[in-house]
């Protein structure tokens, strides 16, 4: 079953805008993370964030950790058409090895 | 970088025809791995967590007859979709969990069509 929702379900911006991407989880999780997936292919794992981190970045990335709220944000800051993807939040349940996934948000890049 | 592979990358088959899909850790030994389904434009759904030497944990819903899982080692598991029907058609992904660390490493999926 999937563990939470990400809004919006897709987003189309201009080239060198930022992008944000929400999720929201519903149980108490170890760590939360995000991936990129390009059309058609596999996952590429982006950022982790642990359950006692609010705050983390990567490059252009920032991912924020609410876990009062359940919730997540990742900011993709001065976009590039090569960001255009669908992006997953993914979260382990504590006490199970399983990652479960978001719907996913389908971001376009408009060049 | 920990590399998981796996096999065949896309598959066409014909209705009623049984299909196996391979994934390897190449580098690193994976006690344990899962199997996601994932349709066009939708999320990944897990399907079962397979355990080397154990029975794969199947989530609800998802039939164990119908897609068998095989861990007989470290670094491969087999999904294989037996009966297979067009509503199967869909996009299996696997991951496997480096034993040492816990890390996920995810293949790069394969395409099933099912005619």
């Known amino acids: 079953s999937q563990q939470g929702e990400e809004d919006p379900q897709a987003l189309s911006i201009q080239e060198g805008e930022n992008a944000t991407m929400n999720c929201s989880y519903k149980?108490?999780?170890?760590?939360l993370q995000w991936y990129r997936q390009n059309s058609g292919r596999g996952l590429v794992h982006l950022i982790l964030i642990r359950s006692n981190e609010r705050e983390k970045h990567s490059g252009r990335l920032r991912v924020t950790l609410d876990t009062s709220k359940k919730s997540s944000s990742l900011l993709i800051t001065a976009s590039r058409a090569a960001d255009t993807a669908s992006y997953f939040c993914?979260?382990?349940?504590?006490?199970?090895?399983?990652?479960?996934f978001g719907q996913g948000t389908r971001l376009t890049i408009n060049p | 970088g920990a590399v998981v592979s796996q096999h065949p990358s896309w598959v066409i088959c014909k209705s009623g025809t049984s299909v196996k899909i391979e994934c390897r850790s190449l580098d690193f030994q994976a006690t344990t791995m899962f199997w996601y389904r994932q349709f066009p434009k939708q999320s990944l759904m897990l399907m079962a967590t397979?355990?080397?030497?154990?029975?794969?944990?199947?989530e609800q819903g998802v039939e164990k007859d119908k897609f068998l899982i095989n861990h007989a080692s470290l670094t491969l598991s087999t999904l294989t979709v037996t009966s297979a029907h067009p509503e199967d058609s869909s996009f299996y992904i696997c991951?496997?969990?480096?034993?040492?660390?816990?890390?996920?490493?995810f293949g790069e999926g394969s395409r099933l069509t099912v005619l």
């Open positions: 397979s355990n080397e030497g154990s029975k794969a944990t199947y």
């Open positions: 149980t108490s999780i170890n760590n």
């Open positions: 991951s496997a969990q480096r034993t040492e660390t816990g890390e996920l490493f």
């Open positions: 993914a979260t382990d349940a504590r006490g199970a090895q399983k990652l479960v």
